[in-house]
């Protein structure tokens, strides 16, 4: 490839998609575990802010409005609304900050990774390259190009993810909010995403070329500073000058227009949202006041409002995001085209190799092992001969003797553990319950039973008050069974199908796929008003549910050991017992039967805490698995 070929920005590597699995090949590389927890965290966090724009309509509705026209009101169930939604919005704080903290990890780790391997290839390629390419542009690379990487990796893709799955549940949330009003919003969003188009199509290519540009300068600052001598000697000086203006007004030409449609993009998209809100708020109201939608409240409209700031504004996002992948990928196809040059063959024949002594003690032998004696392997026309590197004044080498048998360190004790052992030993249930990770775990365990007990005993009821008039009429009853019926076999194929899954990805991952399953599920269900949508719900509740009593023995074995394993997990059962103690009078005091089909809504937020602190909490010992390993 050419250097004038690297200055465009060509796309040697091949299309952006090809480009865009290399990079992802860089995170699996390394950082997997990390990216799969980012993930996790990111759809926390918008289901926890997008829950709490759904509690507004209930908080007016079920809560303000009632106290209002009351003579003597009771203010106890106001202040428990307010601390589930305090804690909702704590939960996606929690998630926001763990998910950022991991990205810069991961971003930095990559770019490391990436110098590394262009460093490495770079080494391998043949002097012609050099003499050919300016070495400005091959800095630029190493540079500007790589630097973009961080960019992406540390900001974009992650606002991209969190915008995406905000965007995602805050329509499921509106849909079921208002049908009517949520068409409005699309209408709204539709002429954005046009706007959108336009102007970060424009930007895009702007910046495309600002990204190749640059390395151009670069070369030619560094030609000129090192031919400065030949400049001054031909009087070649307004020559020069030239040539660095046309470059200059070729990067400020692009720059210039790249920021422009960039820096428009933003006020426009804003004014919309704005424009949009408004929209919202006046067909809302009209469709409350004409009695077309009598369902249409004051606490739908306002947290309807809040929906649509939250569904408009991550569109937004995205939006200014695009300029930062699309100089990214640019940056990235330079980087692989560098890559991609093919490296010099080597003929070589002689090489440096470890050797050591033949049986005799005379003859030095090629070994694979590092001996620290080293020889030039030497190929002649029928053997090859092993020249030393080292030799002693009398044509002898200097004898390295191996160590008795049995000797150690001074210090040295073995480890603990054998085939038996897990992550911190082989230990009996004594020096089990002495460890920290044990009560992290059977914590965990209780938090995670809790969030599917509140409600497994209850969905026969749930169903009743959500889905009947009349909760105790025949065809309510009836279903109860069939409800029963669903969430025991869902249980059953969430055991046997989370024993392939733990063999897959292992029990922490396992872990946390069951606990967002059962957040997912919880959100499903306190909004299914239809029989269709309650027993989806149901289904997915009750296959998280039933995995957990096969994630945790897996996992007491691969922490502690199997040694005492069914004594150890006995202990650690413990924690599902605890939360079918606990999960009963935290029902009695969430159920408010007044709110109609609303009766379980709080125990649903409760529900879905718990399960995003056990989240939490299996976050917390994956990471710490992880810096364990490391070190």
């Given at each position: ?374 020889a030039w392997r030497v190929p002649h026309s029928t053997d090859m001969v092993m020249v030393p590197v080292r030799e002693e004044a009398d044509g002898s080498f200097t004898e390295l003797k191996a160590p008795e048998a049995g000797w150690l360190p001074e210090g040295f004790e073995a480890p603990k553990g054998g085939a038996h052992a897990g992550t911190f030993g082989d230990l009996t249930p004594g020096e089990m319950v002495k460890t920290p990770r044990f009560w992290v775990l059977i914590v965990t365990f209780a938090f995670a039973a809790t969030a599917g007990t509140l409600l497994v005993g209850k969905v026969a009821s749930i169903a009743a008050v959500q889905l009947f008039a009349d909760p105790t009429s025949a065809a309510a009853v009836a279903l109860g069974g069939v409800v029963g019926s669903v969430n025991t076999c869902a249980n059953l194929v969430g055991r046997l199908s989370f024993g392939q899954i733990i063999d897959k990805l292992g029990a922490y991952k396992s872990l946390l796929i069951s606990l967002v399953v059962t957040i997912v599920a919880l959100v499903i269900m306190s909004m299914s008003f239809t029989q269709s949508m309650f027993f989806v719900a149901l289904a997915l509740l ?90």
């Amino acid at each position: 490839m050419s250097s004038k070929q690297i200055r465009s920005g060509a796309k040697a590597p091949g299309h952006r998609r090809h480009i865009v699995g290399r990079l992802m090949g860089y995170i699996k590389r390394g950082y997997k575990a990390r990216f799969i927890i980012v993930l996790v965290c990111i759809l926390v966090s918008a289901i926890a802010n997008v829950a709490g724009s759904l509690f507004l309509g209930s908080l007016i509705d079920d809560y303000i409005t009632p106290l209002l026209g009351a003579a003597d009101p009771d203010f106890s169930g106001l202040v428990r609304a307010l601390v589930m939604m305090g804690c909702l919005f704590l939960v996606g704080a929690l998630c926001a900050y763990a998910y950022n903290r991991n990205m810069i990890v991961v971003s930095q780790g990559v770019q490391k990774t990436i110098r590394d391997d262009l460093f490495g290839h770079m080494q391998t390629l043949p002097i012609k390259y050099f003499d050919t390419h300016a070495h400005g542009d091959v800095m630029s690379v190493y540079t500007n190009d790589v630097d973009t990487l961080r960019q992406m990796f540390a900001q974009s893709i992650p606002q991209v993810i969190n915008s995406s799955m905000t965007i995602l549940v805050t329509f499921l949330g509106m849909l079921f909010t208002n049908a009517l009003l949520t068409v409005v919003v699309l209408v709204c969003v539709c002429f954005a995403l046009v706007v959108t188009r336009f102007l970060a199509g424009r930007s895009g290519r702007y910046f495309l070329r600002q990204q190749s540009t640059l390395g151009a300068l670069n070369g030619y600052i560094e030609e000129m500073i090192n031919g400065q001598k030949v400049v001054k000697v031909f009087c070649h000086e307004q020559e020069a000058q030239d040539g660095f203006d046309r470059v200059n007004d070729e990067m400020f030409h692009s720059a210039d227009k790249a920021h422009t449609y960039a820096s428009i993009l933003m006020p426009i998209m804003v004014n919309i949202g704005n424009v949009q809100y408004v929209i919202v708020a006046m067909v809302g109201g009209a469709l409350a006041l004409s009695g077309v939608d009598t369902t249409i409240t004051l606490g739908v409209i306002a947290s309807f409002l809040q929906l649509s700031k939250s569904f408009s504004n991550p569109i937004n996002q995205i939006s200014q995001q695009f300029n930062s992948i699309i100089m990214a990928l640019a940056g990235a196809e330079r980087i692989f085209a560098l890559m991609d040059e093919e490296p010099e063959e080597d003929h070589g024949t002689v090489t440096l190799v470890n050797v050591s002594y033949d049986k005799e003690g005379h003859q030095l032998e090629e070994s694979e092992k590092r001996t620290n004696l080293w020889a030039w392997r030497v190929p002649h026309s029928t053997d090859m001969v092993m020249v030393p590197v080292r030799e002693e004044a009398d044509g002898s080498f200097t004898e390295l003797k191996a160590p008795e048998a049995g000797w150690l360190p001074e210090g040295f004790e073995a480890p603990k553990g054998g085939a038996h052992a897990g992550t911190f030993g082989d230990l009996t249930p004594g020096e089990m319950v002495k460890t920290p990770r044990f009560w992290v775990l059977i914590v965990t365990f209780a938090f995670a039973a809790t969030a599917g007990t509140l409600l497994v005993g209850k969905v026969a009821s749930i169903a009743a008050v959500q889905l009947f008039a009349d909760p105790t009429s025949a065809a309510a009853v009836a279903l109860g069974g069939v409800v029963g019926s669903v969430n025991t076999c869902a249980n059953l194929v969430g055991r046997l199908s989370f024993g392939q899954i733990i063999d897959k990805l292992g029990a922490y991952k396992s872990l946390l796929i069951s606990l967002v399953v059962t957040i997912v599920a919880l959100v499903i269900m306190s909004m299914s008003f239809t029989q269709s949508m309650f027993f989806v719900a149901l289904a997915l509740l009750g296959f998280s549910f039933g995995a957990l009593l096969v994630i945790y023995p897996p996992l007491t074995g691969g922490a502690f050991g199997t040694s005492n394993i069914g004594v150890n997990y006995g202990i650690m059962f413990l924690g599902y017992a605890a939360s079918t103690w606990i999960s009963q009078p935290i029902t009695a005091v969430l159920y408010h039967a007044e709110a109609g089909s609303a009766a379980y809504q709080q125990s649903f937020y409760g529900a879905i805490v718990i399960a995003a602190i056990a989240v939490v909490l299996t976050v917390y010992m994956m990471v710490s698995d992880s810096k364990k390993k490391s070190a």
